[in-house]
């Protein structure tokens, strides 16, 4: 028996739609000549009514798959990956197709989980992305189970789904951060601690949860070597994703701020962390403190991050995506290529002419 895990291909030396699967050790291939989406189904259809003998239990609900599907989850992810989930599945998806039999389960039924979500919760275009990833894996989930083969191919997110706002740093916001150390706290003003951490996030892209990851024995000379995260749970993973181990080429600036990190953090060793930043939320409250002594647009740790991708936009884009770790379909600029020999350099020099001319004008 087997499962449609896949979808119909288009062959441009035989302008047809081709797809293989396989059941009880046979293979098959079907076709479709229609051009577009439609032959794309076609194909597709083919080959479900040849696996559909294949489906174990034409009873199972939904509601019950689904709850085996996110204690998978949690078994082989990190708390803040599959909390999120969880929070979704009882929200959003649980009333609309919780007590519907997998077997009977259609796209449709799937695009109307997102037409509902968005239209008693007018949630972001961000959250709705994450759910229809959601309801994707879940799908992918059910073939590998023989549960069904349903496989959704153009769910689509409410055109009129607003774009989350976030708040970037500009020019003149960036020559403050590098000219002000101070912040006030309980009245009186004192050095920030955490400064060095935030001129970091700006100057390199890291995720709030790779600074808190930090530790000395990942900084090399001219690079960091990335390969883990504290989450907002305080767990230690091995970051977002695998473009999320990676290696960030060090800008001159880069450098003399965790220079000065060290220097003011006394004896440290390899083990130690940069950066002593005990929870998520302390950072965020402290870089907000900063942010309103300093008058300056009040953002999050993780909008550094942004700042620093709008900064860096002149880059070509696949030079971006290699420092903040980006997988090849993450649209940061749109564009993608493969990394080339002496790219990291290439980074590290373009990088160090874009921070001194902002310092230089202000």
Same mark, same amino acid.
């Given at each position: 028996?087997?499962? !449609?895990?896949?979808?119909?291909?288009?062959?441009?030396?035989?302008? &047809?739609?081709?797809?293989?699967?396989?059941?009880?050790?046979?293979?098959?291939?079907?076709?479709?000549?229609?051009?577009?989406?439609?032959?794309?189904?076609? +194909?597709? &259809?083919? +080959?479900?009514?040849?696996?559909?003998?294949?489906?174990?239990?034409?009873?199972?609900?939904?509601?019950?798959?689904?709850?085996?599907?996110?204690?998978?989850?949690?078994?082989?992810?990190?708390?803040?990956?599959?909390?999120?989930?969880?929070?979704?599945?009882?929200?959003?998806?649980?009333?609309?197709?919780?007590?519907?039999?997998?077997?009977?389960?259609?796209?449709?039924?799937?695009?109307?989980?997102?037409?509902?979500?968005?239209?008693?919760?007018?949630?972001? !275009?961000?959250?709705?992305?994450?759910?229809?990833?959601?309801?994707?894996?879940?799908?992918?989930?059910?073939?590998?189970?023989?549960?069904?083969?349903?496989?959704?191919?153009?769910?689509?997110?409410?055109?009129?789904? +607003?774009?989350?706002?976030?708040?970037?740093?500009?020019?003149?916001?960036?020559?403050?951060?590098?000219?002000?150390?101070?912040?006030?706290?309980?009245?009186?003003?004192?050095?920030?601690?955490?400064?060095?951490?935030?001129?970091? +996030?700006?100057?390199?892209?890291?995720?709030?949860?790779?600074?808190?990851?930090?530790?000395?024995?990942?900084?090399?000379?001219?690079?960091?070597?990335?390969?883990?995260?504290?989450?907002?749970?305080?767990?230690?993973?091995?970051?977002?994703?695998?473009?999320? !181990?990676?290696?960030?080429?060090?800008?001159?600036? $880069?450098?003399?701020?965790?220079?000065?990190?060290?220097?003011?953090?006394?004896?440290?060793?390899?083990?130690?962390?940069?950066?002593?930043?005990?929870?998520?939320?302390?950072?965020?409250?402290?870089?907000?403190?900063?942010?309103?002594?300093?008058?300056?647009?009040?953002?999050?740790?993780?909008?550094? !991050?942004?700042?620093?991708?709008?900064?860096?936009?002149?880059?070509?884009?696949?030079?971006?995506?290699?420092?903040?770790?980006?997988?090849?379909?993450?649209?940061?600029?749109?564009?993608?290529?493969?990394?080339?020999?002496?790219?990291?350099?290439?980074?590290?020099? $373009?990088?160090?002419?874009?921070?001194?001319?902002?310092? $230089?004008?202000?």
């Amino acid at each position: 028996m087997g499962a !449609r895990v896949n979808t119909a291909i288009w062959m441009e030396s035989s302008q &047809r739609w081709r797809i293989d699967v396989q059941k009880d050790g046979v293979r098959r291939s079907f076709y479709s000549s229609k051009p577009g989406r439609n032959g794309q189904r076609e +194909a597709n &259809r083919k +080959a479900d009514a040849w696996l559909d003998d294949g489906i174990q239990d034409q009873r199972m609900k939904v509601g019950a798959a689904y709850l085996k599907f996110l204690e998978g989850k949690q078994q082989t992810t990190s708390r803040s990956n599959w909390t999120p989930m969880m929070s979704r599945w009882k929200n959003h998806i649980s009333s609309v197709i919780a007590r519907k039999q997998i077997s009977a389960l259609t796209e449709q039924d799937l695009q109307e989980v997102l037409n509902r979500a968005y239209a008693r919760s007018k949630l972001s !275009r961000k959250t709705l992305v994450c759910l229809r990833a959601d309801l994707c894996s879940f799908m992918k989930y059910c073939r590998k189970a023989r549960l069904t083969t349903l496989f959704p191919e153009s769910l689509t997110i409410p055109t009129a789904a +607003a774009r989350g706002e976030r708040t970037v740093l500009q020019p003149q916001d960036f020559v403050v951060l590098f000219n002000s150390d101070r912040t006030m706290y309980y009245g009186k003003v004192v050095q920030d601690d955490m400064i060095h951490a935030y001129r970091l +996030a700006v100057l390199t892209g890291l995720r709030p949860g790779e600074l808190r990851g930090l530790r000395w024995q990942d900084v090399k000379k001219d690079r960091l070597e990335l390969h883990r995260s504290t989450n907002c749970y305080n767990e230690i993973t091995d970051g977002k994703n695998q473009n999320a !181990r990676r290696c960030v080429e060090l800008s001159d600036l $880069a450098r003399m701020e965790l220079e000065a990190q060290r220097r003011e953090s006394g004896k440290v060793t390899g083990d130690m962390l940069v950066f002593d930043i005990p929870t998520a939320k302390r950072f965020e409250l402290h870089l907000a403190r900063y942010c309103k002594y300093n008058n300056i647009p009040v953002c999050t740790p993780y909008e550094l !991050r942004h700042t620093f991708v709008s900064i860096a936009k002149v880059l070509p884009a696949g030079l971006v995506k290699s420092l903040v770790g980006h997988s090849q379909d993450m649209d940061t600029f749109g564009v993608y290529s493969h990394e080339l020999d002496g790219d990291a350099q290439q980074q590290a020099n $373009a990088l160090n002419a874009i921070f001194s001319r902002l310092l $230089a004008h202000g």
